[in-house]
C-alpha cells in the first residue's frame, strides 16, 4: 500500500492509463454523449459521420486493396495510417480495445515509407504502408509490452528489440500504431485485466470479446485494422476470432517465428504459443501468411520450419468430419445451428461428411490445464506479487496450484504424446468411412459452446479448441451467422447434463441476452497445412 | 538377492544372455580358439575364410546394388540374409556388438519376400530384401527391447507393435535380424550395460565402441549389415560412428519418425531424441534418407513435420567454418590432424574456410546435462531399483541429483531457446566475414577429442556434439584418417588446462595405445537441411 491507502498496482495503472490516453488525437476524441448507447455497435462507426468519406473508403478497404493503392500511389501511406489510426480511435471508445498507442510514430513511420517510395520509386515490400495492430505481447522497439500485467506496464518502458515476426513486418514495410488489449498474461478466455480493463463484443456490448486476442478481434471487427496479429496457446486467437465473427488462423507451431515476444509463461514448452493472423478479410489472412513465409522466417527464428508458402490443389469434393457436441459441454441453441447451416451447404454442394468422434479431446484438455500451471504459478505470483495486484477468478489456480516435479510432467508429456498418435490414427482411419476412401481433410465444429459469452461468464472451458494446441494442427475460424433471438431459442432442461460447466453454460445462455453475438466455427486441418487450410476456408465461405 | 547370494539383476541378465546366445547359428560359431587376438579386426572378416565367397561378395556391397540385384533376382533376399546374419555373428564374436537376434524370423521373413516377388512380379518397396539393423531402442513387433536394463530383459518379452521407423521399413520390404547394444538408458558415451556387457571397438579391440549407439557402429564397421538405426541425444549416434569411422546423419528432429521406440527418459522433451542412418557407405545414407521420407512419415508420426526429401545444389565453393579447438577440450593430436587434412584440402580446392566461435557451446552443453537429470533420476532409480542392478560411474548422477521443479526448468528452457537464437544470428553473421557475402554453408569440426577412448576413459565430455542437438542442427559424420602412433605423437604439457577434463583427456592420451583408432568430423548444417549435408559430405569425401 502506498499512501492514501491506494494499492500500489492501482497507482501505476492509473499512471499508466494517463500517459496512454494522452497518446490519442484530441480531434478524434468523441465526447462521451455522443458516443451510441447501443450494444450492437458493429456497424456504428461507418454511419456515425466522424469519419471523411475518404477515411472510410480507405478503412473499409481489404489490404491487398491497400497496398495496392499505396504502391500505385493512389494513396500514400501517411493517409491510409492516418484513416486507420482515426478508425480505431473510435473503435477504442466503443469497446476499450486497445493497450499502447503510438500514432505519432505511426505517422513518422508512413511518412518515410512515402519518402521511401518517392526516392527510390519502389516499394519497401509486400506490406509497404499497410497499417498493421499487433496483440499486446508482441515487442515493437521503443513501446512497452505489458501483456495485461501491472508490474511490466513500466518494465521496460521502451523495449529494445521487435519480437521477431514485427522485425519482419517493418521490413516488408508495415505501419505499427496501436498494440490491442489481453487478459492478465493472456492466460483467460476474456480481455480483462487491472491497466486497461475490459474489452467488450462490438457486435453486442453484453458480451465479452474473448480471449486474450479480444482487443485485436475487437479492433478488427470495427475495421480499425486491416489485419492483425494474435497468439494462440489454448484458443487465444480462435475464440475472440469466433466472438468477433472474423477469420484466423491458428498456426501449428514453427511454421510463423514466435521468438522475442512476451509470455505470460516464458519457457512453458510442454505446449506452445502460436501466433498467427486475423482479418475480417480472407484474402488479408492468406496475404499475411503467404508474405510472412516468403521472408524465409527460419532465417530469423531458431524454432521456424523450413516449409516454403506451397500451392494448394483441392480435391473437387472434399472429405469433412463434423463434430457439433464433444460430449463434455453441449453447445447452446445458435452455434448447433450454425453447425447445421454448415453441414447442409457442404451436403448440397455434394461434399462428403461424417462424423467426428472427439475420443482423446478432454484428456487433452485436462493435460494442458495442467501443463499451463505446471510450474505452480510461479512465475504470476512473483509478476503480479512485484506490485500487489490481485487475482481475477480465472487465474485462482496460478496461486493454489503446487509446483509440479519434472518427472511428473515427463510422465504427462508422454501420456500428450500417446494421444496425439491415436488422434493421428484416427484420422487417418477415417479412410474407411469417407466415400472416396481417403481420409478427411478438415474437422469442422465450434470453437466455444457459445456466441460470446456475457463478460465474465466464459466459464473456463476451453476444450473446445485446447485439443488442438497439443495436437497441433493448423486451425481456420470463419464466420458463418448471428445468435438471433427468434430462431435460437433456449433449450429445455435436460435430464442429465455431461458435467457441471454443462449445467453451467445451459444455464447462462439467454437468447435476448445473447442477440446479435457471432456464430463462427472452427476449421481443422493437419499439421502445417495453412495453406489447405484457407483454401478450404474459401471453399466454405463461398458456400454461406 | 535371491537364493545362493547372486544378485537378482545378475540371474535375469544370465538367462537373457542364454536365451539370446541359443538364437546364434551354431554352425556358424566360431571356436574360442580360432578368434584373432588382434587388437585391430576390422579387416579380419574378410581374410578369416569363415564367409563363403558369395557371402562376401554380398556382405561388401552397397545397399543400393544390394536392392537392384534382389530386385533383378540376381540374389534373393533369403540369400542375402543369410550372408548378413552369418557376418554379423562373427561380428559379434570379435566385438560383442548385439543384443537381440532373431535370425530364424528374418530367414522367414526373407522368404516371405522372395515369394510376394515370385507371385507378383514386384518389390515390396525400396528395401526390399535388404537387411537392416536396428539399435536396441527400436521396437519390432515379437522381439524384447531391453536398452541395457535388466528390468526390460523380459518387460515386455515380445513388443506388440513395430516403432513408427520400423513399420516403415517393413512396409518397404526391409528384413530385420538382430538388435544392437546400448548402454544402460542409452545414457552413457560408451557402450555396456549389465545384461550384454561391453561392446568394444573393431578398429581397436582397446578402444570403446562408443555411445549410444556403439553396437550398431561396430557391427557396421565389421560390414555385418549394410545400414542401420542410430540415435541421438547429445551425440549418440555421432560419437559411436566417429569412433568406428563410418558416415552418419543426426537429423533435425521432427524429420524422420521416432515414436513408439522405447526412451531411457521417457516424456523428455526439454531435448529430444532423434534418430538416423549410420553406414560405411554414403550412398546408403542418402537412399535411406530419401526412401524414409517418401513415405510420408507425417502421416505416421504426429511429430515429423511435412518436408519432402529435396534436391539440392550445392553453391561450387562452400563457405566453411571450422572449429578445431573449442576451448573447454583440446582435441588429442589424431583429430587435429584430421581437421588439418580435411581443412588443406578445402582450401585447395577453393572453398572459404572461416573461424568458427563456439560462444554459446559450453552453456548449451552444461543445459543439455541438467535436462537429463531434470526428473532427478526418478524414472532410471525405478527402473534399476526393480532389479537392484548398480549404476556404472556414468550414471552416477541420475542417482544424486534432486528432482527439479518445473519453475526452474522452465527457465533454463527459456535461457536455451535465447542461446539457441544468439546461435543462428552469429551463423547468419557470418556473411560478413566469408568472401562471397553469404553465410557459411557448414562448420566443421570434431565431434569427439579423441580417435576412440581407452574403455570407461570417455570422461563424460560430449561438448563437442550435444549443443547441437540443442540447436537442433542437421549434423553428418564423415571419416577422414586413421590415429597413428608415428604422426600422432603425445603433446607437451601444457603450462595450464582449460579444464580438469581437459587436462585428464590430454594425460590419458596414448599414440600407442590409441594407434588405428578413427579420425572421422562432424559435418554441421542448418536445420532440416539433411540433402545440403549429404551433398557436403559427398564434397568432402571426393576431396580426402
Known amino acids: 500500500m502506498t499512501v492514501e491507502g491506494i494499492p500500489k498496482y492501482k497507482e501505476i495503472a492509473a499512471k499508466k492509463i494517463a500517459e496512454r490516453n494522452a497518446k490519442f488525437v484530441k480531434e478524434w476524441l468523441i465526447p462521451a454523449e455522443k458516443l451510441p448507447q447501443l450494444q450492437d455497435v458493429s456497424n456504428w462507426i461507418p454511419k456515425s459521420g466522424y469519419l471523411s468519406e475518404e477515411e472510410l473508403k480507405i478503412t473499409e478497404s481489404d489490404a491487398s486493396e ?5 504502391k500505385s500511389k493512389e494513396w500514400s ?10 478508425r480505431a480511435s473510435i473503435a477504442h471508445q466503443l469497446v476499450n480495445c486497445l493497450s499502447e498507442v503510438f500514432f505519432e510514430e505511426a505517422f513518422k513511420q508512413a511518412e518515410d515509407l512515402d519518402k521511401y517510395q518517392e526516392e527510390t520509386g519502389k516499394v519497401k515490400g509486400p506490406f509497404h504502408g499497410l497499417p498493421i495492430s499487433l496483440k499486446d505481447n508482441l515487442n515493437i522497439k521503443g513501446q512497452a509490452t505489458s501483456i495485461g ?21 517493418r521490413d516488408m514495410g508495415a505501419v505499427f500504431y496501436a498494440k490491442t ?11 480483462t485485466n487491472h491497466i486497461f480493463g475490459n474489452t467488450s463484443n462490438p457486435l453486442n456490448r453484453n458480451l465479452s470479446a474473448g480471449g486474450s486476442s479480444g482487443g485485436e478481434a475487437a479492433l478488427l471487427a470495427l475495421k480499425g485494422s486491416p489485419i492483425g496479429v494474435g497468439s494462440d496457446i489454448g484458443g487465444s486467437i480462435r475464440i475472440p476470432a469466433s466472438f468477433q465473427n472474423i477469420y484466423a488462423i491458428r498456426p501449428t507451431f514453427g511454421r510463423f517465428p514466435t521468438y522475442g515476444s512476451r509470455s505470460g509463461l516464458p519457457g512453458l514448452e510442454s505446449v506452445n504459443s502460436v501466433n498467427g493472423p486475423l482479418s475480417s478479410d480472407l484474402e488479408a489472412i492468406e496475404l499475411y501468411c503467404k508474405s510472412v513465409i516468403d521472408q524465409e522466417p527460419w532465417n530469423h527464428d531458431p524454432k521456424v520450419v523450413e516449409i516454403p508458402w506451397r500451392k494448394v490443389e483441392l480435391p473437387s469434393k472434399l472429405n469433412v468430419a463434423v463434430l457439433t457436441d464433444d460430449g463434455w459441454v453441449r453447445p447452446t441453441p445458435p452455434i448447433r445451428r450454425g453447425m447445421s447451416i454448415v453441414i447442409d451447404a457442404l451436403k448440397k454442394d455434394g461434399h462428403d461428411i461424417i462424423e467426428w468422434n472427439p475420443a482423446e479431446h ?9 501443463f499451463f500451471v505446471s510450474d505452480g504459478g510461479i512465475h504470476i505470483k512473483e509478476v503480479t506479487k512485484a506490485t500487489g495486484e490481485t487475482f481475477f477468478p480465472y487465474m485462482q489456480n496460478y496461486g493454489t496450484t503446487p509446483e509440479m516435479g519434472v518427472a511428473q510432467l515427463w510422465k504427462l508429456q508422454a501420456e500428450r504424446t500417446s494421444l496425439i498418435k491415436k ?7 477415417t479412410a474407411e468411412k469417407t466415400g472416396n476412401g481417403k481420409p478427411i481433410d478438415a474437422i469442422i465444429m465450434p470453437a466455444t459452446p457459445f456466441p460470446g459469452n456475457p463478460n465474465g461468464k466464459f466459464h473456463d472451458y476451453v476444450g473446445y479448441t485446447s485439443p488442438f494446441n497439443l495436437v497441433d494442427y ?3 475460424i470463419f464466420p458463418v451467422t448471428r445468435a438471433d433471438k427468434d430462431l435460437d431459442p433456449k433449450d429445455e432442461k435436460r435430464e442429465s447434463f455431461y458435467s457441471k460447466t454443462d449445467e453451467n453454460i445451459w444455464k447462462d445462455y439467454d437468447p435476448v441476452e445473447s442477440h446479435g453475438g457471432a456464430v463462427a466455427l472452427q476449421l481443422v486441418g493437419r499439421r502445417h497445412q495453412e495453406e489447405k487450410v484457407i483454401e478450404m476456408l474459401k471453399v466454405v465461405r463461398d458456400l454461406l
Not at 501511406?77 to 482515426?86: E, I, Y
Not at 478432454?362 to 495442467?370: A, E, G, K, M, Y
Not at 488422434?423 to 482411419?429: E, K, M, T, V, Y
Open 66 to 70: 491497400i497496398v495496392k493503392n499505396v
Open 77 to 86: 501511406a501517411l493517409q491510409v495510417t492516418k484513416a486507420f489510426c482515426h
Open 149 to 169: 500485467m501491472v508490474e511490466f506496464a513500466f518494465n521496460p518502458e521502451q523495449m529494445e528489440e521487435d519480437s521477431v515476426i514485427v522485425k519482419l513486418f
Open 181 to 191: 488489449n489481453v487478459p492478465v498474461a493472456m492466460m483467460m478466455p476474456e480481455t
Open 362 to 370: 478432454f484428456r487433452l484438455s485436462q493435460i494442458i490445464s495442467s
Open 423 to 429: 488422434f493421428l490414427d484416427r484420422w487417418n482411419a
Open 474 to 476: 493448423s486451425v481456420g
